[in-house]
C-alpha cells in the first residue's frame, strides 16, 4: 500500500460525517507504527484531547475505523462512555473506495469502553476492539493486532459484518486523530495579529508599494528574486496567478495550475508581473519549481544550483537525472543579481499535518542550504479558506480566528521559523472577478517577501559595487 494516510478526500468524508460541514482540522496524536503497540503510549497521547477518529489501514487495503465525540481516558476499572455522536465507518474496502457509515444503536448509551490497558475500543460486544496491552512491538510490516470486530450490541451494521474490518486485524498502521471542528472555530475580539484595515485605501496603499517596489537603491540589483517552493498542489502557481491577475486587473492564469500526482511544473519558470497602466514588468521575478516530493521532488544540488542562479529560465527537470553544470544555459559565474533573495515555502493549510517525516527532513536539509547562503525565508499559508468556514464566508475574520492561529504556530514549528514569517493567505482559484479582501492578503504577504528580499541584498552588496562605491567616496573625499 503506498498510501497509509487518510487522503484529503476522505478526511472531507469524515467531516461530513461528523459535523455535516466541510471542515475540521485532524491532527494526528497516536500512530502505531510511529509509536509503537502499546496501550499505555495511546493513552497517553490520546487521553482527555476531546473528539478523536480511530483508523485502520489492514493488509488488504481495507481502511475503517471509529469516530467519538468523547474524550478517551484510563480507568483502571473499564467504564462505557455515552456517545450519541459517535460511529463507525468504513472508507477502502480492498484498495477501492466504500464510503460505509455503521450508525449507534439507541442513545449511543455504550459507545465507547475506555480502560488502561486497551487500545480505541467502541461499544459493548465489543464491536470493535482495535488492540489490547502492550506488545511494544515496533518497526514491524505488519502488526497481528490482538483486537476483534464484532459489530451488532452497539453498532448497526448493514452489510456482512466481516466486511467492516475485511474479516481480520492484520494490520500494516493505525492512527488516532484529535478532530477540532472549524465552524465553530472561535472568532476572537481581539486578533492574533495586527492587521490594517480592509478598505479600499489598504488596497491602493499596498498595490501602490509593490508596483513601485525596487530593489535597495545601493545595491543596483534590478529585480528581487523570489523562489516559491513546496508540495505539488500547495498553491504556488495559484499564488503567481493571484499577483498577475491583481495587477492585469482580472482572473488570469499564466501558471498552470491544477492537481495531479506528479507536479503540473517540470522546468524552472520565472514568472514576471506587469503593471496594468504601465505595461512595464515590476521589480521582482517568481521562480516557479517543481513540487517538493520526497522521491521525484526537487533535491538539493538542484536546489544549490538555483538558488546561486545557475540554472536558467526554462531549465526542464529531469527526474532520473541530476542537474550538472553541463547543461545547455548554465550560467558559470553568476553574481548576487542571479541569486534568489528569498524563498517562501508554500504550505497547504488544509493538509500540512499529513507531511512525511522524510519531507518534513527533506526541508530541513534544503533550509540549510538556504541558511548557509543567508537566505531569508517566509512560509505561504494557503488553502485558508478550506480551515475556518467563517473565513472562507469572510476572509477579514482571518486574524480573528483560533483555528488559523494554530494552523501558523504548527506550520511555524514544524518548518522551524518565527511565528511572524507565516503568513496565511487565499489564492484566487475559482473566482471569476477579484476581490478585495483576497487581494489585500496577498499583495500585503508580497510587500512582506520584498522586505525580506531587501535585507538579504542589504547584506550582499556585490563587492564590485561595494568597491566602487568607497572608491567614489574617496574621490569625493579627496576634493572636501
Ligand atoms: N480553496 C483554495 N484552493 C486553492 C488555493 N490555492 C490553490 N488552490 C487550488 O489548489 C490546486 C493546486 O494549486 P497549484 O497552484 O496548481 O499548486 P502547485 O502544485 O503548488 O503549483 C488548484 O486547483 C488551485 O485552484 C487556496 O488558497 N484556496
Ligand atoms: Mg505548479
Redesign the pocket.
Known amino acids: 500500500m503506498d498510501k497509509i494516510m487518510l487522503t484529503s478526500e476522505e478526511k472531507v468524508q469524515l467531516q461530513e460525517w461528523i459535523c455535516q460541514k466541510r471542515k475540521g482540522k485532524f491532527t494526528l496524536l497516536y500512530k502505531l507504527s510511529r509509536d509503537g503497540w502499546n496501550a499505555t503510549t495511546f493513552h497517553t497521547k490520546c487521553d482527555h484531547k476531546g473528539p478523536t477518529v480511530t483508523v485502520l489501514y489492514n493488509t488488504d487495503y481495507t481502511v475503517f475505523g471509529g469516530y467519538t465525540s468523547q474524550s478517551w481516558t484510563s480507568p483502571g476499572n473499564g467504564f462505557y462512555g455515552t456517545d450519541p455522536k459517535a460511529f463507525l465507518f468504513q472508507l477502502r474496502y480492498r484498495g477501492t473506495e466504500s464510503h460505509k457509515y455503521y450508525q449507534h444503536t439507541g442513545n449511543g448509551s455504550k459507545a465507547i469502553y475506555c480502560i488502561y490497558n486497551q487500545g480505541p475500543t467502541f461499544g459493548s460486544g465489543p464491536d470493535f476492539l482495535t488492540f489490547k496491552d502492550n506488545s511494544n512491538q515496533l518497526n514491524t510490516k505488519v502488526y497481528k493486532l490482538n483486537g476483534r470486530c464484532d459489530l451488532g450490541s452497539s453498532y448497526q451494521y448493514t452489510d456482512n459484518d466481516a466486511d467492516f474490518n475485511d474479516g481480520h486485524m492484520n494490520t500494516i498502521d493505525l492512527e488516532v486523530y484529535q478532530f477540532e471542528d472549524g465552524s465553530d472555530s472561535n472568532i476572537m475580539d481581539t486578533p492574533w495579529r495586527e492587521f490594517s484595515e480592509w478598505d479600499t485605501k489598504t488596497l491602493e496603499k499596498l498595490k501602490d508599494e509593490v508596483e513601485n517596489y525596487r530593489p535597495v537603491e545601493e545595491t543596483n540589483i534590478p529585480m528581487a528574486n523570489i523562489l516559491l517552493i513546496g508540495k505539488i498542489g500547495a498553491g ?2 495559484s499564488f503567481i496567478n493571484t499577483i498577475n491577475s491583481i495587477f492585469r486587473g482580472n482572473i488570469t492564469s499564466p ?3 491544477g492537481i495531479s500526482d506528479h ?3 517540470t522546468s524552472l519558470r520565472i514568472y514576471r508581473v506587469r503593471s496594468q497602466l504601465s505595461r512595464k514588468p515590476l521589480n521582482f521575478n517568481l521562480y ?1 519549481t517543481r513540487g517538493l516530493e520526497e522521491d521525484q521532488g526537487i533535491d538539493s544540488q538542484e536546489l544549490c544550483y538555483i538558488l546561486d542562479g545557475n540554472l536558467p529560465d526554462k531549465y526542464t527537470f529531469n527526474p532520473s537525472c541530476q542537474a550538472t553544470s553541463a547543461v545547455p544555459g548554465f550560467n558559470k559565474n553568476p553574481g548576487v543579481r542571479d541569486m534568489i533573495h528569498v524563498v517562501a515555502f508554500v504550505v497547504d493549510a488544509s493538509s500540512f499535518e499529513d507531511m512525511s517525516d522524510d519531507l518534513i527532513a527533506k526541508i530541513k536539509n534544503l533550509r540549510s542550504k538556504m541558511n548557509q547562503r543567508d537566505i531569508p525565508q517566509v512560509v505561504l499559508l494557503t488553502n485558508v479558506d478550506k480551515v475556518s468556514e467563517i473565513v472562507e464566508k469572510d476572509l477579514s475574520k482571518l486574524f480573528h480566528c483560533k483555528a488559523i492561529q494554530k494552523h501558523v504556530d504548527d506550520v511555524a514549528k514544524l518548518i522551524g521559523l518565527p511565528r511572524g514569517h507565516v503568513m496565511p493567505l487565499k489564492n484566487y482559484e475559482c473566482e471569476m472577478d477579484l476581490h478585495q479582501n483576497v487581494t489585500i492578503l496577498s499583495l500585503h504577504a508580497l510587500s512582506v517577501i520584498l522586505r525580506f528580499a531587501d535585507d538579504f541584498l542589504m547584506n550582499n552588496i556585490e563587492p564590485s559595487i561595494e568597491a566602487n562605491q568607497e572608491g567614489e567616496k574617496n574621490k569625493k573625499n579627496s576634493f572636501d
Open positions: 504556488k502557481s501558471a498552470i495550475t507536479s503540473l511544473t516557479d
